[in-house]
């Protein structure tokens, strides 16, 4: 049986693979379990990890250390490369609110920190250890270590201990504040799905109107000489004369005093749109669909982009109104409607509104692809390169205090995967994922990461706490709760902020996966994602700059 016992407390690979599907498989199992309707999900892996670390299944610390951190890379590169897309537009709709909440968060955190260490007499830099453990945030207790050892020319190990005693801790705190946010402010989970519904109907790019043309002014003027007059963003999809013949607009079709358009802008050029047009009227879809011209049905599909040909070309390099007499009404890209323009750039994966005849848009879906078969194959070449540029953006010193201040191996793939998700057709880098590619990837990495945590931080975790370590847990604990429930009451309570862009914004305040990975489950959209993605490179740059200050402080 000496080849079981090898297995179990060897350093081999075939240990180091063992031990960490066990603890996951173990760890999702248990994530299972329900208690008063809740779940910590898979944050169970880390408990799993931190038993099975006590138990003598420990792995070589380097090998803990790559598997710790290339989780962490997967986990929140496919973060950001989900939300890339909308991530710009989010930050300019709360954005910059959002990240003086976590702010607050952070300085909040200090300041509690500093606080617990004059009440007790708690040295400064253990204090910061266990701020590092009770926030989640490894880069922060790196740099404190870092900070430390060349403040001082040695090293504390309480730093390290008081990070993995108020890890786990710290982890429960956080999803048990996002619950407390939601019971004591009353949420109920049918009225968010409303007001995101409803805040995403106010915040929508495209809305469709039908406008009676009066303008006299500009009669017989071409559309497209209209669109520079009135410089706003519409299109006019469908031009409808007194006679009733319907015709598919271009940029050479002129209008007449009586005519009725079917016009596409943005919310905001609405007023604009109809008050140059004329006056708006009533007309179903169906009204809109008959052509008096050869009698055939006027159709609205959308296409989806997937030949890799067409990924980031310009929208007028195509040339598909001239070719095949059709008009582009909109481009959705990650669930957001575009106004299409000549200069646009296209994606795989965008879904094009395409209004024509049936042959001339079965055309135009061969040009574009419209193969769901393709999207599925994965784009290892952007997701390798990505990684690659965030480690090295992650690795770039900043600033120096003395020490210097990085993004850090999380940070850094971050930004660069966000970049990425927005930019990339721009470099002909094909961005697009599917869903159950993105949240696999997603899951693996934080899977490895929660294990490689856990595992290190189980030896030498109970004689920790029994000497003397369990006061640290207490700490943490009030270090990880009182920032996040000042700011989530104030943020929902005053700011008004929906539950699941706060569940994302809280998560993103403290750097921590699990959380997110918990409120990702609960709300069952990306709002939390698009939350933590807005908040967690400020967030980050500010938990490993304030850990280093800190130490200063007691150096």
């Not at 370590?469 to 902020?497: D, E, S």
Request: net charge neutral; proline share 3%.
């Amino acid at each position: 049986m000496e080849w079981l016992y090898n297995l179990f407390m060897s350093n081999s690979v075939a240990h180091v693979v063992f031990t960490l599907a066990l603890v996951i498989t173990l760890g999702v199992m248990l994530s299972r379990i329900k208690i008063a309707g809740i779940s910590f999900g898979v944050t169970w892996i880390l408990f799993v990890g931190i038993a099975a670390g006590h138990f003598g299944m420990t792995i070589e610390h380097e090998t803990l250390h790559f598997i710790k951190e290339f989780g962490l890379i997967l986990f929140v590169f496919s973060i950001g490369l989900q939300v890339g897309p909308g991530f710009f537009s989010s930050f300019k709709e709360g954005g910059v609110k959002m990240v003086g909440c976590a702010a607050t968060v952070v300085l909040l955190g200090c300041l509690t920190t500093y606080i617990i260490h004059l009440v007790t007499g708690t040295p400064l830099p253990t204090m910061v250890g266990v701020m590092s453990g009770a926030v989640t945030n490894t880069p922060g207790l790196g740099a404190a270590q870092q900070a430390y050892a060349d403040a001082t020319g040695i090293t504390d190990p309480t730093i390290a201990l008081g990070y993995a005693v108020a890890y786990p801790l710290g982890v429960v705190g956080i999803i048990l504040s996002l619950i407390a946010v939601r019971f004591i402010t009353r949420v109920n989970f049918k009225e968010e799905d409303k007001a995101l519904e409803a805040m995403k109907s106010e915040h929508s790019n495209v809305m469709r109107l039908s406008v009676e043309f009066t303008n006299g002014a500009l009669e017989n003027q071409s559309v497209a000489h209209i669109r520079d007059l009135i410089n706003r963003s519409f299109v006019i999809a469908r031009i409808m004369d007194h006679n009733g013949v319907i015709r598919i607009a271009d940029g050479t079709s002129t209008l007449k005093v009586g005519d009725k358009i079917r016009v596409v802008c943005s919310p905001d050029d609405r007023e604009a749109v109809i008050a140059f047009f004329g006056q708006e009227i009533e007309m179903t879809k169906e009204e809109w669909g008959v052509t008096s011209d050869n009698q055939r049905q006027l159709v609205s599909r959308r296409i989806v982009i997937t030949k890799r040909e067409i990924n980031g070309k310009k929208l007028s390099d195509l040339r598909l109104r001239t070719k095949y007499g059709i008009n582009i009404t909109r481009i959705n890209r990650a669930g957001i409607d575009l106004i299409p323009y000549q200069g646009m750039e296209l994606q795989m994966g965008d879904k094009i509104t395409v209004v024509g005849d049936e042959k001339a848009i079965d055309q135009v879906a061969n040009v574009l692809g419209n193969s769901m078969k393709k999207l599925n194959e994965p784009q290892l070449l952007t997701i390798f390169i990505g990684i690659a540029l965030g480690v090295l953006l992650g690795s770039i010193p900043l600033m120096e205090i003395p020490q210097p201040v990085k993004l850090g191996l999380a940070g850094g793939p971050l930004i660069i995967a966000i970049l990425i998700g927005r930019y990339g057709p721009h470099f002909h880098l094909v961005t697009y994922t599917t869903m159950s590619a993105n949240l696999m990837l997603r899951e693996v990495g934080l899977a490895l990461f929660l294990a490689a945590v856990g595992i290190g931080a189980g030896d030498g975790f109970i004689d920790a706490i029994v000497g003397g370590g369990y006061r640290w847990i207490l700490y943490g604990f009030i270090i990880t709760v009182v920032p996040l429930l000042i700011v989530g009451l104030f943020a929902r309570l005053k700011l008004k902020m929906n539950y699941y862009t706060l569940m994302g914004l809280m998560s993103g305040s403290v750097t921590d996966p699990p959380a997110l990975g918990y409120a990702n489950s609960t709300a069952g959209n990306d709002m939390p994602a698009v939350g933590y993605a807005t908040v967690y490179p400020v967030v980050m740059f500010l938990r490993v700059l304030t850990a280093q200050l800190l130490i200063l402080m007691a150096a």
